[in-house]
């Protein structure tokens, strides 16, 4: 009988390089198996979209057809919760004697908590020689890049500077696809098969939940279209990625996050690939493609952040004296600024944005983030929150860092008395309003010169738009002293 290696599917649904895969079929005389454990409970704790679950749906019954092309069996496994998932695996690794368990690491608190406790099956389980797992999700692996003193970096500028300095050509190496395999005789155990979820009933069931506007919007799912997506943004915007990439009108960033938060794109292929079509890109700190990498590099600091301050996991912020801040926390301007009917056009198009499409542009994530937090005085919890109820690229790390960078309190995050002018902001990089029209078609007759402050600057009668549901300048001076009082209290 073969020895089996099991392959643990968990955020790196792709074939190519996949660090786990690779090491799990690398043995000629093992038989790869590979399970994704599907936990409706835990995507709702972690407040994960609708969109996000049908995005990861789709791509299972993607990434079966593909795996069964190799000869590798794959399960999709029901199980209750987080524990009930370990209980799960744990019985799935005996009763088929499974040789070696590989996965990829995930960073968050709970997962590396669950993760250690599965390392310690190795003196429990009989059967189980080895359990490989892998820094797969960053160039570098957390805790990696410290300063003199051996800590985490605080400030991203100088955590890039040292990032690139460990950066080798070892951490770039994109490993292929699995070649295809000899038949496979592997026998599921009979206790398993009511377990097993089809992939093609996870998809209508996400897809029946999910608004078909999201739906329709959602990137187009396959390891073949990310690698696509990937090639076309290198090639063809790269290049001017610094110049287009503030203008959420002109949609000109690479779009791939939800690809590489899913998994269906590594870093490496990202930096590879920049690399082929900008082979300098590393010796040209002010090109467009050097501006993408250091996006890249953004992304890492937030992975190793969430390593060496667990805390953030669990939402506290970084800046301590910031915990003392009073917010005001009214629940009819939430209502207002999740719905986008806020009366600051740029603010409610964003919103919109979001709440259609499942995605919005970075420079708006900044000027709708700070207008819930600065201009509401709203705790930047109900924010992030809610954006990982909606976002179909929701990922703690990142959508945590861009909340406490809004909030100014966390690393290298805005500082307090630094507060977006929702309308200046409009002006700037929606300057013609196009954007505006296309998400609040009550302002599409605006001319360019109304449309940013529509009350303000002779609105015509009966425009079927709310007001303003605050004063910019009096928030931004209430905000501040909230902010001040609650340093002063130390
Ligand atoms: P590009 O501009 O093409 O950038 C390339 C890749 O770099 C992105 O796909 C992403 O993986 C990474 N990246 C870019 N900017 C950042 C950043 N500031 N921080 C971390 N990684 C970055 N990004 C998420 O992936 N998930 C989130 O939940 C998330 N929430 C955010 C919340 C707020 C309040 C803010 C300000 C930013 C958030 N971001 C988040 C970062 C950023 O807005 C998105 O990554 C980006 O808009 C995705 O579009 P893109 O793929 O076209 O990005």
Request: hydrophobic residues 40%.
């Amino acid at each position: 009988m073969k020895k089996i290696h099991l392959m643990w599917f968990r955020q790196d649904l792709r074939l190519i390089d996949n660090q786990a895969l690779t090491a799990a079929v690398e043995d000629k005389d093992a038989q790869t198996v590979a399970i994704y454990i599907h936990t409706e409970a835990q995507w709702d704790k972690h407040e994960t979209s609708m969109g996000a679950r049908a995005f990861v749906a789709r791509q299972l019954q993607s990434l079966d057809a593909e795996l069964r092309e190799l000869n590798i069996p794959f399960y999709v496994l029901e199980s209750t919760d987080f524990k009930a998932s370990l209980k799960l695996l744990n019985s799935f690794v005996q009763m088929h004697h499974v040789h070696a368990l590989f996965f990829n690491k995930q960073y968050e608190v709970n997962e590396l908590a669950r993760d250690k406790e599965v390392h310690q099956w190795i003196n429990e389980i009989d059967c189980l020689a080895y359990i490989a797992d892998f820094d797969d999700s960053v160039l570098v692996p957390p805790m990696k890049v410290l300063t003199q003193q051996g800590e985490m970096y605080k400030v991203f500028t100088p955590f890039r500077n040292a990032f690139l300095k460990v950066l080798t050509e070892q951490h770039l190496r994109v490993s292929k696809a699995p070649d295809k395999k000899a038949e496979n005789v592997f026998v599921l155990d009979g206790q398993f098969e009511s377990l097993v979820i089809s992939c093609k009933d996870l998809v209508q069931y996400y897809e029946k939940n999910t608004c078909q506007s999201i739906l329709e919007n959602l990137p187009k799912v396959s390891e073949t279209e990310a690698i696509n997506s990937l090639r076309v943004f290198c090639t063809e915007h790269a290049a001017k990625y610094d110049e287009v990439r503030n203008f959420p009108y002109q949609d000109k960033t690479s779009r791939l996050s939800a690809y590489l938060v899913h998994g269906l794109l590594s870093p490496r292929q990202c930096v590879r690939r920049l690399m082929m079509v900008h082979p300098n890109v590393f010796n040209e700190p002010k090109s467009g493609a050097f501006c993408w990498l250091n996006e890249l590099i953004w992304r890492e600091f937030y992975k190793h952040l969430i390593v060496a301050f667990p805390f953030l996991c669990k939402h506290q912020p970084m800046i301590e004296w910031t915990k003392n801040i009073e917010w005001r926390n009214d629940m009819s301007l939430f209502d207002a600024w999740k719905e986008g009917k806020t009366g600051y056009p740029i603010v409610d198009a964003a919103m919109r944005q979001l709440n259609q499409t499942g995605w919005m542009h970075n420079r708006l994530r900044m000027v709708v983030a700070s207008f819930l937090v600065k201009d509401l005085l709203i705790d930047w919890r109900l924010g992030e929150s809610y954006f990982m109820s909606k976002l179909v690229d929701g990922d703690l790390a990142a959508n945590n860092g861009g909340w406490q960078w809004a909030a100014s309190t966390g690393c290298d995050a805005a500082p307090y008395f630094r507060i977006f002018n929702p309308t200046s902001q409009s002006e700037k990089f929606d300057e013609e309003g196009h954007f505006i029209r296309k998400y609040v078609p009550e302002l599409a007759k605006l001319s360019s010169s109304t449309i940013h402050e529509p009350f303000a600057k002779n609105a015509p009668f009966g425009l079927n738009y709310p007001k303003p549901i605050v004063e910019h300048k009096r928030m931004r001076e209430q905000t501040l002293a909230a902010y001040e009082k609650a340093k002063s209290f130390g």
